[in-house]
């Protein structure tokens, strides 16, 4: 009710009322899945597992918080009305910018409680052994949402390699999962999380039980763009087949320029094609870094011979396990000790200022 009372508020010195109520009815019509609840109102949203409310080590809150802090809340689709088109009006704009900044806030509430209850867990195996309703681990769902800030949280609690790499219920590991998502919207945010789950010690030769291997997703992504390359390049070269290809939309009213001469069409259509021509060829770099990465770490460092044993045959290059986890994780306990000690040298300033003041009032 408080939220409702200060949506109308807003509404009342900024909007006319009819808006405001049209806004507000959407609101609170538009249902989302609360794991623990069923289904509720975006604009009842009160997280039960806020501040200090919330169970320490419990996974089903956790879920809840990286369900309402995933982008588009779950399953739930925002906004209702078209993103173009006669029917987006104004009022519809001014709607759909109030429903976004709504769900905004919401989503970083949740956000900041899910990090406060992975930094809480006693046993980080966990966010990688229970699994949700909808059969995925708690790293699962936050990689299938992109949520980097989550994830890396996740991976500096040290989960066990082994589980790392194990299929969820829905048949994918968390790094399938990424690499599948690479094909989404915000990819250079999964981009970042493949780099985070590999350097954790995800194997990118483990198959998922519907993609194959990421490695082997990659190799054919980028098979797919090259063959796409070459039949686009193809048709750059090949203006006729263009032209062909215009009239055959303009004879059934296809065409989006259909209004302008035809020659002005042809040349909407070709800086169309190319670019898309430079579109596949950004892609198919994307997925090459992938995959470098992906070769890197199945390359184990190798501890070099001695130069002294020239008589001696020379020992069997050893495997080591790579220490980028290990690094990246002192770092991260440097970075929070050097913080500390800013506090304190903060505070013995402070206890120096009062002695200083004190030893004034005494002289």
Known sequence: MKRIFLLRLFCMFSMPMNFCFAVEKILETKEIFRPAEGYMKIIDYKPSYGGNKYQKNSIPNLFEALYFASPTLGHTDFPDSPAAGPDYTPQKKRENRIIRDHLASVGLQAEQDALNMIRQLDDPDKLVTEEHWDRMSALGYAVATQRVKIVEAMLSRGIDKKLLNQRMGSGRTPLSLAVWRLSGPIWQDSEKIITMLVDAGADSNVAS???GTPAEMIRE????????????DRLIKNKQKIKENLMALRSRDA????????????????GNTLRRLEDIKEQIQKYKRI??????????????????ATHSPKPTAKPTPSIKPVKSALQKSLNHLHKQLAQLKNKLEKLSRDLQTIKRKLS
């Open 209 to 211: 039980r519907w993609d």
């Open 221 to 232: 992504k980028i098979k797919k763009l090259k063959d796409e390359e070459n039949e686009v």
């Open 255 to 270: 065409d989006p320029y259909r209004d302008l001469p035809f020659e002005a069409s042809f040349q909407k259509h070709t």
């Open 291 to 308: 995959r470098d990465i992906f070769k890197s770490a199945s390359q184990p460092d190798v501890v070099p011979s001695s130069p002294k």
